[in-house]
């Protein structure tokens, strides 16, 4: 049982380049996640995903794509990275939404150059 | 809007001391709240969550507790030692719009 996994774990890209990061879990959770990390700012809910097939935005969704592609995964695509997007990624699921515990996947450093 | 405040930013103790974390949130429409720990260049681990009907959760030497009406939860450690030296973070579900909104952490240092 492997958890929530991301790849890649690390990444440089140049502005303007685009890049998938992969999220999968095998927990048979039917809820998803994507955030960033930023020093000084905290966890930022990029999208969601409530249950396959269905997604939508969080906090900071601008310059992201998700596709839930199935249950177990959940991709987040930068079209035209910019240097802001430099941040920590991280992709979360649960079981369901409101009651249940978030387990999350290691993290993706993402620097945009 | 919900929006999730942690204080303090940092903390150091000495081991052995007993402390209090402080979580604060305007939206009482909640569905639970969750404390997490992340290590440095780790991911986040759950801690306890509370769900909006229940005060208090706890797990060995911590103790959350949460006050609905007034948006409020504090993270207890009892007899902390060195490996508790992490950022906790606590996060609140909404009922509203399902989203879940964190807080942007204490740093807590334990002194040997």
């Known amino acids: 049982n492997a958890g929530v996994t991301q790849t890649p774990k690390f990444q440089v890209l140049k502005t303007g380049q685009s890049m998938t990061l992969q999220c999968a879990q095998d927990?048979?959770?039917?809820?998803m996640y994507w955030y960033r990390q930023d020093p000084g700012m905290g966890l930022r809910l990029i999208y969601y995903s409530a249950s396959e097939g269905t997604t939508d935005k969080g906090e900071v969704p601008n310059g992201y794509n998700v596709s839930r592609l199935n249950k177990r995964e959940f991709s987040l695509r930068l079209e035209s990275a910019a240097p802001s997007q430099t941040s920590v990624y991280f992709c979360?699921?649960?079981?369901?939404?409101?009651?249940?515990?978030?387990?999350f996947g290691p993290g993706t450093r993402l620097l945009v150059l | 809007k919900q929006e999730v405040t942690q204080i303090p930013a940092a903390l150091s103790v000495p081991e052995g001391e007993n402390l209090v974390l402080n979580c604060s949130f305007t939206d009482s429409a909640i569905y639970n709240l969750q404390w997490f720990r992340q290590d440095p260049g780790k991911g986040l681990t759950s801690l306890l969550l509370i769900q909006s009907s229940q005060r208090e959760q706890t797990s060995g030497r911590l103790n959350a507790s949460l006050d609905k009406s007034s948006g409020r939860s504090t993270l207890y450690i009892a007899a902390s030692q060195p490996g508790d030296s992490a950022t906790y973070l606590c996060?609140?579900?909404?009922?509203?719009?399902?989203?879940?909104?964190f807080g942007k952490g204490t740093r807590l240092h334990i002194l040997p």
């Open positions: 996060a609140v579900s909404s009922d509203r719009d399902d989203k879940i909104i």
């Open positions: 927990m048979n959770h039917n809820s």
């Open positions: 979360a699921s649960t079981y369901s939404q409101g009651g249940e515990t978030q387990y």
